[in-house]
């Protein structure tokens, strides 16, 4: 058994290797860890809640070795480059330990607060033996037995020997100490399959295990890493010195890291994935510091822009020179005092591409703060040129929609299913007369109140309006007629998006003008086909009226001929009869030749005062020979009754009158004609018993040319204008002419005629003479 010598000191064990596997990560400024393994927090004693506190780096980590650590933390997280350091640590259970850690960056900063991972690759702790020595001056060599079976002792007191396999009995993991001669002095433990381990590593490649002991013994602190039973060991060799620090023995010890290459791998996995699904976002992930620089952009910026990542990072103004030169002063502005009020924020803007385009962006940003302050800027810039440019032409077919909607003649409203106004022009609001703030309330419901009680045939239009509303895919057009006489068209059909209905548009068509046209159009194309129906009917009445006095006028004169050829007397008769028909030939040619005056406003009438009375009576004096079957009754007025006028123009009246009383009383009868002042005026009506006019014909009656459907040419002559004439003289002397009339009872035209405020009755014989009134009926 071997037998070492120590004295009363201990001698200084440095470099040792840590145990399996030892992991934490942290971050920021100052350092604090976000986690610790187990085998970490089981080695130096401390809960995971102690670790996670602001302050845990500075109580973990010895005072004299901490700004060596903040040193190497901020290096690696600024670069990304790994580094390794020895440093001293407090336990929870006191004392010392010497650790070797490794720093490798997860997550690089410029700042120097990025996230890193440490491998604790030794933990051992510190030892002061005085000299170690073998016992039984053997060589360890080939043949020999593994060093788990050579043993250890003290040369000084019992107390001294236990402290010092206490000290290398709490070395974690397997571990042995080698000579100058390379063999093995000790190992812990002595048996099981650790205790292979210290043969395993001098096994798997004798030739680096013997450089690195060798190395070991000239003061340096070597590793190296060697596989065996499927799991992969890294080996930690450092020199044993005495108080003197001469080297006395290589101390190593080797921790089983398959773990922690698992570890790696997964790390690598999640930072490639990470890495990936940056990469593979639709836009540019970045991150700057309070300066607006750079600190990490994603590869999409060299595709979005077409600058090189390199480009962004190294320039500090990156961001700002490259700002389309609208948005240079406003963005900046705008994204500095959201990021000081730390609140996130999003707004868009332009920037000049690469090739001299410009790219709408939206940036949606994420302010980093401590204590109030921001420290950083984080967020993603979306490419949205083409939703711009698509909104603008938007708002450009909305715009030319608007100005469509607003020039149309016709009023338009749009309305949802459940009657919200989603769109109407002016002239809507214009044909309705609803106040403005109605109309910005949108609700559709209030604005049918308003429209309802303008509406005449409301009831209807209420109908019509349900049965739409409930069949949403039908389209109507319906007649509004309004209180105030106007006529609105209204049309409706479904309003789709899509295959989908979702509302109804509703246009109103003011067509009074259009409705007004259209029936005077109706109205003159009637009174044209009635005047074409007249004038044929005239041509008719006047070819049968012309002809008819002129065969009898004939016969009579060939009459004459034949007795003047025979020299026999001539019978005055005959004479009589064609002297008759020439009066009536006459009579209907004054009647177009007055006709032809008053169409042409040359129709004279010579102002007198006449005596009403007197003129009645003499009319009547003259057809009283012409009416056998007839009874004339007149009834004068008891006082002269004088008015202004044309004589002879009244006596045409009086005349066509009694006439048309005795023509169309076929049957005779009485004709009663009644002269009498009423106030201002003088009132004369003739009445028969004859066969009376139809009532629609009434209106028809003084027109040029009528004749009423009861009286046929045959039966009755004349050429229809008599009335018209009658009509026309008595409204030109001031006065009007109507008729009332019953169907088989006889017809009273009347006409009143202003009177002469002081009249001047001159008595004459005839005048005289009718001052009495007839009492009796003249018989003719």
Same mark, same amino acid.
């Given at each position: ?9 201990? =001698? ?35 809960? &995971? ?13 010895? =005072? ?12 690696? *997280? ?29 997550? =690089?900063?410029?700042? %120097? ?13 510190? @030892? ?6 073998? +016992? ?41 100490? /080698? %000579? ?9 433990? +002595? $048996?099981?399959?650790?205790? !292979? ?55 190593? /010890? ?18 490639? &994935? ?34 090189? #990542? ?104 749009? &309305? ?22 109605? !109309? ?36 109507? !057009? ?26 109804? /548009? ?5 067509? +009074? ?7 005077? *159009?109706?109205? @003159? ?6 005047? /074409? ?12 009226? &012309? ?18 050829? *025979? ?30 005056? #008053? ?27 012409? *009416? ?11 006082? =002269?009754?004088?008015? $202004? ?44 018993? %004859? ?37 026309? #003289? ?15 009872? %006889? ?34």
């Amino acid at each position: 058994m071997a037998h070492i010598q120590r004295s009363a000191e201990r =001698p200084d064990v440095t470099n040792l290797a840590s145990p399996s596997p030892l992991l934490w990560m942290g971050g920021g400024l100052p350092p604090q860890f976000r986690w610790a393994s187990p085998s970490l927090i089981q080695a130096l004693g401390y809960p &995971l809640g102690a670790w996670k506190t602001q302050d845990f780096v500075s109580q973990l980590v010895h =005072p004299d070795d901490l700004g060596r650590l903040l040193e190497a933390w901020s290096t690696v *997280s600024r670069t990304g480059e790994s580094q390794t350091l020895e440093l001293r640590a407090v336990p929870a259970k006191g004392g010392l330990v010497r650790l070797a850690v490794e720093l490798n960056a997860v997550e =690089p900063s410029p700042e %120097g607060d990025g996230e890193l991972i440490g491998t604790v690759s030794v933990l051992s702790p510190l @030892l002061r033996p005085e000299r170690l020595e073998r +016992t039984d001056g053997s060589e360890e060599g080939e043949g020999r037995p593994p060093a788990a079976c050579v043993h250890l002792k003290l040369a000084e007191s019992a107390s001294a020997e236990a402290d010092f396999r206490e000290t290398l009995d709490g070395l974690p993991g397997p571990a042995w100490m /080698v %000579g100058e001669d390379l063999s093995m002095t000790w190992c812990r433990p +002595t $048996q099981g399959a650790e205790a !292979m381990l210290c043969s395993a590593a001098r096994a798997a490649d004798p030739q680096g295990w013997a450089s690195a002991h060798r190395r070991a013994l000239t003061g340096e602190a070597v590793g190296f890493d060697f596989a065996t039973c499927g799991n992969t060991y890294r080996c930690q060799v450092g020199p044993v010195r005495d108080t003197q620090g001469a080297i006395i023995a290589a101390l190593g /010890v080797a921790t089983d890291v398959s773990d922690l290459d698992e570890v790696a791998r997964e790390l690598t996995r999640t930072q490639r &994935l990470h890495e990936e699904l940056i990469d593979a976002i639709d836009g540019i992930v970045w991150e700057t510091d309070a300066s607006f620089r750079f600190t990490f952009v994603s590869k999409q910026a060299e595709r979005l822009l077409g600058y090189p #990542i390199e480009k962004w990072m190294n320039e500090p103004d990156f961001w700002l020179s490259h700002l389309y030169p609208d948005d240079r002063d406003w963005a900046p502005a705008f994204c500095m005092k959201a990021a000081t009020e730390c609140r996130p924020h999003e707004f868009e803007y332009r920037m000049l591409a690469a090739d001299g385009s410009t790219v709408w962006l939206r940036d949606i940003v994420t302010v980093i703060s401590e204590n109030g302050v921001f420290r950083q800027l984080r967020g993603i810039m979306v490419d949205v040129t083409a939703q711009r440019q698509a909104r603008e032409e938007l708002e450009h077919s909305v715009s030319l929609l608007r100005a469509t909607l607003d020039s149309t003649a016709d009023g338009v409203i749009v &309305l949802t299913q459940d009657w919200r106004v989603t769109a109407f022009n002016g002239r809507f609001q214009e044909l309705w007369n609803i106040p403005q703030p109605l !109309m910005e309330a949108r609700d559709g419901k209030v604005l049918s109140a308003i429209m309802l009680p303008q509406i005449v045939n409301r009831e209807h239009i209420q109908e019509r309006t349900q049965l739409l509303l409930s069949t949403p895919e039908m389209e109507g !057009m319906d007649v509004l007629e309004l209180v105030d006489g106007r006529i609105i068209e209204r049309y409706s059909r479904p309003q789709r998006l899509g295959d989908t209905i979702v509302g109804r /548009v509703w246009s109103y068509r003011d067509v +009074t003008a259009e409705r007004r046209a259209q029936a005077e *159009s109706e109205r @003159l194309l009637r009174e044209a086909r009635e005047a /074409v129906r007249v004038r044929d009917d005239f041509l008719s009445i006047a070819s049968h009226e &012309l002809k008819t006095p002129l065969t009898p006028l004939k016969l009579h004169l060939q009459v004459l001929k034949r007795h003047q050829a *025979s020299e026999q007397p001539i019978p005055g008769q005959h004479t009589e009869k064609a002297l008759a028909q020439v009066a009536r030939l006459s009579g209907l040619i004054n009647d177009l030749l007055d006709t032809s005056r #008053i169409q042409a406003g040359r129709l004279e009438l010579r102002q007198e005062p006449v005596s009403l009375r007197e003129l009645t009576h003499e009319v009547l004096t003259d057809l009283r020979t012409d *009416s056998p079957h007839h009874t004339l009754v007149y009834e004068e007025p008891s006082k =002269p009754l004088v008015i $202004q006028g044309d004589r002879s123009r009244l006596a045409q009246v009086l005349v066509n009158l009694l006439e048309n009383a005795l023509k169309y009383s076929p049957t005779g009868g009485t004709i009663r004609v009644h002269v009498e002042r009423e106030g201002e005026q003088a009132h004369v009506s003739v009445a028969d018993s %004859g066969i009376g006019i139809p009532p629609d014909q009434k209106a028809l009656l003084f027109e040029r040319f009528f004749r009423a459907r009861n009286a046929p040419i045959s039966g009755f002559g004349g050429l229809g204008l008599g009335l018209y004439i009658c009509r026309d #003289i008595v409204e030109r002397h001031g006065g009007r002419i109507w008729v009332e009339s019953e169907v088989g009872k %006889g017809s009273t035209f009347h006409f009143t005629l202003p009177g002469l405020e002081n009249e001047v009755a001159e008595a004459s014989p005839a005048d005289t003479e009718a001052t009495q009134p007839e009492t009796a009926p003249h018989p003719r």
